[in-house]
C-alpha cells in the first residue's frame, strides 16, 4: 500500500498526559500536512511541511502542540498536557509540489483521539 | 468567518437518484476546488476538483458544476448506489497562500436507500 499511513489508529489518554501521533506520507511527497477534524465539520488546517521544514502554523495550533518531519519523510505531531477539547480525529495529508503548484492532498485514515 | 459554506446538511435519495451538493465561497483568490468523500472511521478520500477556468468536469458517474460569478460550484452523482452512502466534503485552496492549505465545508451526510 503506498498510500499515506497514520499511527496509532486510535488512542485513549487521560487529561493532561502528553500523546504522539505518527504520519508517513506517500513516498517522494514533499509537502505534508496536519488537520483536525472534530465531529460533524470538516477537516481544519493545523500546520505543514515542505520537505524537512515547517512552513506555516494555524491559530488552531496552540502552543502545547508541536509538530516535526525530521528528515523530510514521516512526521510526529505531539500534544503536550492533553484537554478534553484536544478530543478529534487528527488526519495527515501529504501532496507533490510542482512547477504548477501542490493542489492534490491526499489524506491518511487518520488517528482518533479521545481524552478522558 | 466560514468562507466554504455547504449544505444540505444530510441528504437522502433513492438507488438511481441523482443528489446534488452544493458550496458557495467567499474568498475569490480561490482558484482549486476539491470533492472528498468520507467514510465512518476513515480519512477524506479525494474523489474530483476543478480549476474556475472550466465550468464543468466530469469523472464517471461524479461531476462538477462551476458558477464563478455566483461563487458556487456543485457536485452531481448520478445513477447514485448504496455504497455512495458517505459524507461529501467540498474544499477550496488558493496558489496564492504558498501552502494550498484547503478550506472544509461542514459537510453533507449522503444516503441512498435501495
Known amino acids: 500500500d503506498t498510500g499515506v499511513s497514520q499511527d496509532p489508529r486510535h488512542k485513549i489518554t487521560k487529561r493532561g498526559q502528553n500523546v504522539t501521533f505518527r504520519c508517513d506520507p506517500i513516498?517522494?511527497?514533499?509537502?505534508l500536512y496536519w488537520y483536525r477534524q472534530t465531529l460533524g465539520q470538516g477537516p481544519e488546517f493545523l500546520t505543514y511541511?515542505?520537505?524537512?521544514?515547517?512552513?506555516?502554523k494555524s491559530r488552531l495550533l496552540s502552543d502545547r502542540f508541536s509538530a516535526e518531519r525530521p528528515k523530510g519523510s514521516f512526521s510526529t505531531l505531539e500534544i503536550q498536557r492533553t484537554e478534553q477539547g484536544d478530543s478529534a480525529m487528527y488526519l495527515c495529508?501529504?501532496?507533490?509540489?510542482?512547477?504548477?503548484?501542490?493542489?492534490?492532498?491526499?489524506f491518511g485514515p487518520g488517528t482518533r483521539l479521545t481524552v478522558t | 468567518q466560514q468562507q466554504v459554506k455547504q449544505s444540505p446538511q444530510s441528504l437522502i435519495v433513492q438507488k438511481g437518484g441523482i443528489p446534488i451538493i452544493n458550496c458557495a465561497y467567499e474568498?475569490?483568490?480561490?482558484?482549486?476546488f476539491p470533492w472528498y468523500q468520507q467514510f465512518p472511521g476513515k480519512g477524506p478520500a479525494l474523489l474530483i476538483a476543478?480549476?474556475?477556468?472550466?465550468s464543468e468536469k466530469k469523472e464517471g458517474r461524479f461531476t462538477i458544476s462551476f458558477n464563478k460569478s455566483a461563487k458556487q460550484f456543485s457536485l452531481h452523482i448520478m445513477d447514485s448506489q448504496p455504497g455512495d452512502s458517505a459524507t461529501y466534503f467540498c474544499?477550496?485552496?488558493?496558489?496564492?497562500?504558498?501552502?494550498?492549505?484547503?478550506?472544509f465545508g461542514k459537510g453533507t451526510k449522503l444516503s441512498v436507500i435501495p
Open positions: 474544499a477550496a485552496s488558493y496558489s496564492g497562500a504558498g501552502s494550498y492549505q484547503l478550506t
Open positions: 495529508a501529504s501532496s507533490l509540489l510542482w512547477a504548477s503548484g501542490s493542489y492534490e492532498q491526499y
Open positions: 511541511f515542505q520537505n524537512e521544514a515547517q512552513l506555516e
Open positions: 476543478i480549476r474556475p477556468d472550466v
Open positions: 474568498n475569490t483568490a480561490f482558484d482549486y
Open positions: 513516498s517522494e511527497h514533499n509537502r
